[in-house]
C-alpha cells in the first residue's frame, strides 16, 4: 500500500537519533498515537521496534508466544486501561482490565493462568470507588478462571479527573498442537465475527454525550478463554487466526489480519450485525460501527470445509450466540480490505487513523 | 431512532437504479452541493453503479473544506494562548493551517477541547472563569441555529470570558457561483436536505429561474440520494427546470421559522472567502453588531500571520468539480489523510478523504 512506500524502517544511530518519518510529522505524542490506528501502528514500528529490538516477530498480535526452556509454550501479553468515566453500563474499568488481558491471551490459543495487576491513582480517587473496581476484578478473575497474584500501587497529584490507569500483565500455556496467527491465513479461508459490534464503545460514547435514546447500551466486556477453546476443539487445526476487535474495532483487525497475512479480504457490509442502537448513536455522532471498541467480540479466520461447524459451537457459546459468517481471504488485492456494500458496489475499508473524529453536520 | 436500514433496502434501491438506467438518453452531470451526500455516494458506491451517461460532481458543500486558510490559522493563534480553552467540534483539529494543525498545538500545551455541542463550550467558559473560552462556530446553515443559540445563552448569562470564532458560510451563493462560472459543467443541483429544513426551499425559487435548472432538494441515505437523482434527471430528460423537494420527510418549504427567527437576530450576511475558490460575495454569516462582543475576531488581536496554502493543492478544483479528487498527481502520494497537503483530505465529507478512505483499490488497480 501507498502507506508503507514512504516509511523508513531500519536501526536507530542513539548518537545522531533523528526520528524517522512519518513520526516527523507529530515531533510530539498527539492522542491519535495511542488510538490504534495509523499513528500507534507507526509509534510500535519506527520508534518501539527500533529501540527494542528483539525477536518477537508477528506485530500483528496483541500477545507475544515464547517458548518455555522446560518445553512447551506460553503467551504474555500487557495492557493498560485509561477509560473515563471508570464505572460504566454493564462493567468497570477494573473487569474491563481483567478481560482485556484476558482475550488478548486467549487469541493466541493460550489458557490464561494468572495476571498482574498495577494502579495509578490519582490523588482525590473515592475509596468506595476504588473498592467497587477491585470487587468487580474479583469477580471477572473468578468468571475467567484467572488468579490475580501480584500488582503495585501508586499515587499521582491529581490532574482534572482524580481517576485511575490499571495495568494487567499475565501469561497462560498453549496446546502443542495449536498455532494461530496472521501467517496461517490463506485463500478461500472464511471470516468469523462472534457476534454484534460497536456495545462497548457506543455505550462509553453514550453516557458521555448523554445520548438518552442509546441508554439502553451496555459494555459487551467478557472473557473469551472458553469461547476460543470451544473453537479450537470443533476441528483441530481449522481455525487460522484469531482477533479481538478491541481499539479500532472490526475493520481494524481485518485491516491487521489483511496486512500481517499479505491477502485480501472481502466482507458483506450487511452481514456485520450491528445493534441498532449502536447505529442510531453511530450515525447520530458521525461514527462508523465497524471502526467502534468491543471487549467481547472476537475475529476468526477459519478453514473453509470447517467454517459452518465452527460457527455452529460458536453459536452454542454463551458469549457467540448471534456470531456469523461476513466474508472470505482472498488472494487478489493483497493486504487490502475490501467491503461489499449493501447497494451491490464494492469499497475500500481503512484503519483508522488516530482517534475516531466527530462529523459536525 | 429508526429509518436507517429502511433507507438503504437493496432491492429498492435496485429498483431506482433500474429506473433511472431505464429514463436517461443522455449524459447529463449532477453536483451533489453537500459533503454528507458526497459521503454517502461513495461510501456505498452509487456513483459506480449509475448509469454511465450520468456523472457526479462533488460540489463544495463540506463546511470544514472551505473554511478559510486565514481563519484556521487565527484559530491557532488563539488555541495556543495561555490564557485560553479553545472548543471546537472533532472535524477542524486535523485541518493543516499554514503550519500546524490544532492537534499539534494541544501536544504542546495548547487546551483544546473537542465537543459535541457548542453549549458544552458555554458550560466551560462557566467552570472556568479564569479562562476565555472560545467555540470554533463554522458551518453551512444546519449548524447556525445551535449557534446562534449558544451566543444567546452566553449573553443571557452574561459571560464575559465566552467568545465564538465564526466562519459560517451559505448554500444558495455558492450554487450561483458555480452557476454564473462561463465554464459550469453542471446540468442539475441537488441541493442540500438539512440545509432546507432549516432555512426553507424559498430561497432556491430564484436560482431555478435565473440559471434555467433543476434543483432537487435531497436527503442523505442511499435511497434518498437516489431519489433525489431520478428526480433530477426526469426533470433534465423533460427539458424542465423547478424546485422540487425530494426530502419531505425532513423539509417543509418555509422551513424552521424559529431557527431563522434567532438566526437574523444574531447573525448578519457578509461577503465570505471560501478555500480553494475565493471570496463569493454575501456568502457567510458573522456576528452582527448586537453580538460583536462575542466575536472572537475582535475580542483577540490575531497579527502577524504568514497565511501559506500549499502550492500543490488543487483542492479548490475539487471543489468546483472541474477535477476528481484522484486526477490530482499529488492524490494519494504526498497528499494522505495522515498527512493532507488540503482540508478536503481531511474531513470525512471531504471529497479527496472520501474517495482516499473507499476508492484506494481502483486508484491502485489504475496505477
Known sequence: MAEHAEVTTGSIDPGAWSCPLPLRDHPRIVTGHGGGGRLSQELIEHLFRPAFGGTADDPSHDSVVLPMPTGGRIAFSTDSYVVTPVIFPGGTIGDLAVNGTVNDL????????????????????????????????????EVAGVQLVTGDTKVVEARERGGLTITTAGFGAIADDVTLGPRQVRPGDKILLSGPIGEHGMAIMSLREGLEFASELRTDSAPLTGLVQTMLATAPGAVHALRDATRGGF????????????????????????????????????????????????????????AEAVLEAVRAHPYGRDAVLVGEVVDEHH????????LGAKRVVDLPLGEQLPRIC | MRYLDEFNDPALARRQFDAIAELVTRPWALMEVC?????????????????????????PGCPVCVTPLETIDKALAIAARDDTIFCSFGDMLRVPGSHDDLFRIRSNGGDVRVVYSPLDAVR?????????????????????????????????????????????????????????????????YLAAGHVCTVMGTEQYDPLVERFGVPIVVTGFEPLDVLEGIRRALVQLEDGRAELENAYPRAVARTGNAAAQKVLAEVFEVCDRAWRGIGVIPQSGWRLSEAYRDLDAEYRFEVSDLHVEESPLCRSGEVLQGRIRPNQCEQFGTTCTPRRPLGATMVSSEGACAAYYQYRRLDVVQEV
Open chain 1, 106 to 141: 486467549a487469541m493466541s490459543g493460550a489458557v490464561p493462568s494468572a495476571l498482574s495487576v498495577a494502579f495509578i491513582l490519582e490523588e482525590g480517587l473515592e475509596l468506595a470507588t476504588l473498592g467497587l473496581i477491585a470487587e468487580s476484578m474479583g469477580r471477572a478473575a
Open chain 1, 251 to 306: 475493520a481494524a483487525v481485518l485491516c491487521e489480519l489483511a496486512e500481517g497475512a499479505g491477502t485480501g479480504l472481502e466482507y458483506d457490509e450487511r452481514a456485520v450485525p450491528v445493534p441498532e442502537a449502536v447505529a442510531s448513536a453511530c450515525s447520530f455522532l458521525g461514527l462508523d460501527p465497524t471502526h467502534v471498541a468491543n471487549e467481547g467480540k472476537l475475529v476468526g479466520v477459519v478453514a473453509a470445509e470447517h
Open chain 1, 335 to 342: 493486504g487490502i480490505v475490501v467491503a461489499r456494500t449493501g
Open chain 2, 35 to 59: 459533503g454528507g451526500q458526497t459521503h454517502s455516494i461513495v461510501r456505498n458506491g452509487i456513483d459506480q453503479l449509475l448509469p454511465d451517461q450520468v456523472r457526479l460532481i462533488h460540489g
Open chain 2, 124 to 188: 466551560i467558559a462557566e467552570e472556568h472563569p479564569d479562562k476565555q473560552v472560545v467555540f470554533f462556530g463554522i458551518g453551512f446553515e444546519t449548524t447556525a441555529p445551535a449557534n446562534a443559540m449558544t451566543v444567546v445563552e452566553a449573553r443571557r448569562r452574561s459571560l464575559t470570558n465566552f467568545s465564538m470564532l465564526v466562519s459560517h458560510v451559505l448554500v444558495p451563493p455558492a450554487i450561483a457561483a458555480i452557476a454564473s462560472s462561463p465554464d459550469s459543467l453542471v446540468d442539475a
